[in-house]
């Protein structure tokens, strides 16, 4: 069964960092941009970074921009998101999704209506 497997989420204080990693099983990630994507209880949800097929081009909101750094193994067939200086805000689910929509700045319009697979996501929770 191919699908997309997340991990890495927890809580962490104000400031600190965690590590999400989204994991293909049974497929390979070559061919496929990877994006992630967060949704906070009562808000909808949002894109957060994506990074193309080949981790050329990258993208981030720019609510994360400076925080957070996206990256990809296509032989381990793994994305990562480093998240950095986390803050209550970031507080969510994140998901990532796998789909071959070109990385230009038009991604965010179409990525979750052309999205190949998802993630069942991790939460993730920024308190003290």
């Known amino acids: 069964q191919s699908r997309l497997v997340e991990s890495g989420g927890g809580l962490v204080q104000p400031g600190g960092s965690l590590r999400l990693s989204c994991e293909a099983s049974?497929?390979?990630?070559?061919?496929?941009?990877v994006a992630w994507f967060r949704q906070a209880p009562g808000r909808a949800r949002e894109g957060v970074s994506y990074i193309s097929n080949t981790g050329q081009t990258t993208n981030y909101a720019d609510s994360v921009k400076g925080r957070f750094t996206i990256s990809r193994d296509n032989a381990k067939r793994t994305v990562w998101l480093q998240m950095n200086n986390l803050q209550p805000d970031d507080t969510a689910v994140y998901y990532c999704?796998?789909?071959?929509?070109?990385?230009?700045?038009?991604?965010?319009?179409?990525?979750?209506?052309?999205?190949?697979?998802w993630g069942q996501g991790t939460q993730v929770t920024v308190s003290s």
């Open positions: 049974g497929f390979s990630l070559d061919i496929y941009t």
């Open positions: 999704d796998a789909d071959t929509v070109f990385p230009d700045p038009g991604y965010w319009d179409s990525a979750e209506q052309y999205s190949n697979y």
